[in-house]
């Protein structure tokens, strides 16, 4: 499985984005789709992960409420909406492939996107 983050860009605090990761691949409908962060000097940091059928999603506490991890099997696509955005939600966002259950682990996740840059300015 080949992925491909776009969507980022600089924003105002509150305001929103749409995070998108486009999977190559027949067998992405297969699997647990992940968004991770990272800035600089820190270790990547769950943001939200989404099973193969949808139907369970999951968040960090920090954007609870805020982001929304969606996907479209369809479309080989999953989604992150960003909602209310905080200068603390700068970051590089990653989404990432994986078989296993333990989710908020970044080691277990099997592909990874290339990053898409996330800029809220306060």
């Known amino acids: 499985v080949q992925l491909q983050a776009s969507g980022g860009g600089l924003v105002q605090a509150g305001g929103s984005l749409r995070l998108s990761c486009a999977a190559s691949?027949?067998?992405?409908?297969?699997?647990?789709m992940g968004w991770f962060r990272q800035t600089t000097g820190k270790e990547r940091e769950f943001v939200a992960r989404?099973?193969?059928?949808?139907?369970?999603?999951s968040y960090a506490e920090s954007v609870k409420g805020g982001f929304t991890i969606s996907r479209d099997n369809a479309k080989n696509t999953v989604y992150l909406q960003m909602n209310t955005l905080k200068p603390e939600d700068t970051a590089v966002y990653y989404c990432?492939?994986?078989?296993?259950?333990?989710?908020?682990?970044?080691?277990?996740?099997?592909?990874w996107g290339q990053g898409t840059q996330v800029t809220v300015s306060s």
């Open positions: 990432a492939a994986s078989t296993s259950a333990a989710f908020r682990d970044p080691s277990r996740y099997d592909y």
């Open positions: 691949g027949r067998s992405f409908s297969t699997y647990i």
């Open positions: 989404i099973t193969w059928s949808g139907s369970s999603t």
